[in-house]
């Protein structure tokens, strides 16, 4: 079964440019997470989507933040303009469904992002 | 808010011996899920080991336990026979329960501590 895949895995860009990250959760998972993982902190929830609604966004800053998961399947994280305070790396997670006896969060490997 | 706290930035182990991370929350809640999450060098992170509040007694994941304080609000893990595949980032994380409605389904992470396993 392949796990939650993430792209790009590294991204360098300038500051005030726009930036995407792509993720498709594991297949079934109605639970998909957004989170932002600064270097040697925990991650910290952007949004939270069960199905195609953003249930959880009150971390997401909104000003440059966006994030759509359309038909409840793939998920796209944007900056724009990036800052260089949004060097971090971006985390997708997935799970079955939030709202029951809570298994895993499955992981994907994170999207590095340098702004500069 | 609910926060937890890793007391421990960086720990080291040798090989075969046992080690023990320390975590401690704080929450006003009696129904809760704590966690333990490994995340190795440039790999996803996964999760190590589960604890239902409800529970007294402590899980248990193969070379995995954990030791849950309630009253204390503390959550360790313990790591036996440490392997030189252990050495990861380790997060503590806590997740309340279902009476809270769907803003207690995030996680809140600690700040992690990382192992080193010396051979």
């Known amino acids: 079964e392949a796990g939650v895949v993430q792209s790009p895995r590294y991204k360098i860009i300038e500051k005030k440019q726009p930036v995407a990250f792509w993720c498709n959760p594991i297949?079934?998972?109605?639970?998909l997470y957004w989170y932002l993982q600064n270097l040697g902190q925990g991650p910290e929830l952007l949004i939270r989507?069960?199905?195609?609604?953003?249930?959880?966004d009150s971390q997401l800053p909104k000003d440059r933040f966006s994030a759509e998961r359309l038909k409840g399947v793939d998920s796209t994280l944007k900056i724009q303009p990036a800052e260089l305070g949004d060097s971090a790396v971006y985390l997708c997670?997935?799970?079955?469904?939030?709202?029951?006896?809570?298994?895993?969060?499955?992981f994907g490997e994170g999207s590095r992002l340098t702004v500069l | 808010a609910q926060t937890v706290t890793q007391s421990q930035p960086e720990m080291s182990v040798q090989e075969a011996e046992t080690v023990t991370l320390s975590c401690t929350y704080d929450?006003?809640?009696?129904?809760?899920?704590l966690f333990w999450y490994k995340q190795p060098p440039s790999r996803q992170m996964i999760l190590v080991i589960r604890?239902?509040?409800?529970?007294?007694q402590n899980a248990t994941e193969n070379r995995f336990s954990v030791n849950f304080q309630k009253a204390a609000k503390s959550f360790s893990l313990k790591i036996s026979d440490s392997q030189l595949g252990d050495a990861a980032m380790y997060f503590c994380?806590?997740?309340?329960?279902?009476?809270?409605?769907?803003?207690?389904?995030?996680?809140?992470f600690g700040k992690g501590t990382l192992l080193t396993v010396n051979p």
């Open positions: 989507y069960e199905n195609e609604e953003a249930v959880d």
């Open positions: 997670a997935s799970s079955p469904l939030a709202g029951a006896i809570p298994g895993e969060l499955f």
């Open positions: 929450t006003s809640e009696s129904d809760y899920y």
């Open positions: 604890q239902e509040a409800y529970k007294q």
């Open positions: 297949s079934g998972h109605n639970t």
């Open positions: 994380a806590y997740r309340g329960g279902r009476k809270g409605g769907g803003s207690n389904y995030k996680l809140t």
